[in-house]
């Protein structure tokens, strides 16, 4: 009896899976992402050096397969990352955007998707204005960003959560958020206005490699794997004031979990990193 009742459950949820993807078919769905730029996940393409205004990355490969296998289309802008948080909030403009981590604010605000990619934190500091280093604790990531954010000042970019650290039942009110992009944050550094930040190595990697604000190489920067840190998933977000919004987050939840099982996520990934380890173990 039991097994029948599974069966018909199953039954009953792949019905209202494929309803709501005959439902969502030739639609157009506009999306937004951070304005900083978000390589190798969401970033303009480069010829020759230069910019173009073609977006590309393993962010928009994973959003156009899930999307061109139902037949939904879509539109894509990068735009100030507080100004896209904000419109997927109301849900007219924009639907969706691609990366955000988890924080308690978002899980109010959104439809959130399971994650499709993680990352590994760093913490950053100037080479010349603290040579030896910073002194943290190595206990605990909570200890080891405690001490970056009150031993230290913390500097941070406008409108980026800082989840993790929130999480842990941090209080983030002493860190600088004044930075606008991650050139700024890079000089506020240099500068000795901030004594450190911290963020994902793939991103800053990816930043340098596209021909962008350059930070890991510069010779005047350090870093180092900030202690303990567990590595962060990144999730897409959809808007809870629209009805489509469940919709394709209940979609893109399904193709996620097809994605990861075939290793088609992985396959993507190895686009833009070569040698990548595989995403999920």
Not at 58 to 87: H, M
Not at 110 to 133: A, V
Not at 166 to 194: E, F, H, N, P, Q
Request: hydrophobic residues 35%; glycine residues 8%; positive net charge.
């Amino acid at each position: 009896m039991k097994q029948l009742i599974y069966i018909f459950v199953g039954c009953l949820i792949a019905g209202t899976l494929s309803a709501q993807s005959e439902n969502l078919k030739g639609k157009t769905i506009s999306i937004c992402d951070d304005g900083a730029e978000w390589p190798p996940y969401t970033y303009y393409e480069r010829e020759n050096g230069k910019k173009t205004e073609e977006l590309v990355g393993y962010s928009v490969d994973v959003i156009r397969e899930i999307f061109t296998k139902y037949g939904i289309k879509f539109t894509l802008a990068i735009i100030p990352w507080q100004r896209c948080q904000n419109e997927v909030d109301i849900g007219t403009k924009y639907q969706m955007f691609l990366s955000g981590g988890l924080d308690p604010g978002r899980i109010k605000r959104y439809h959130i998707s399971q994650p499709y990619y993680f990352t590994s934190l760093y913490y950053f500091w100037s080479n010349k204005i603290h040579p030896n280093g910073l002194d943290i604790s190595n206990k605990s990531m909570k200890a080891a960003l405690w001490d970056l954010m009150n031993k230290y000042k913390m500097g941070n970019i406008i409108g980026y959560g800082m989840g993790q650290s929130k999480s842990l039942g941090l209080d983030t009110s002493k860190v600088d958020t004044g930075a606008k992009d991650y050139k700024a944050l890079k000089v506020k550094i240099l500068k000795g206005r901030v004594d450190n930040f911290q963020e994902s190595m793939e991103i800053l990697s990816g930043l340098a490699a596209i021909g962008a604000t350059d930070i890991v190489n510069d010779p005047d920067i350090a870093y180092a794997p900030l202690p303990r840190a567990t590595p962060r998933g990144y999730q897409m977000m959809f808007t809870k004031q629209k009805n489509i919004g469940l919709q394709l987050r209940d979609l893109v939840d399904r193709e996620i979990t097809h994605m990861r099982a075939i290793g088609r996520l992985d396959e993507l990934m190895k686009n833009y990193i070569k040698g990548s380890q595989p995403i999920f173990n």
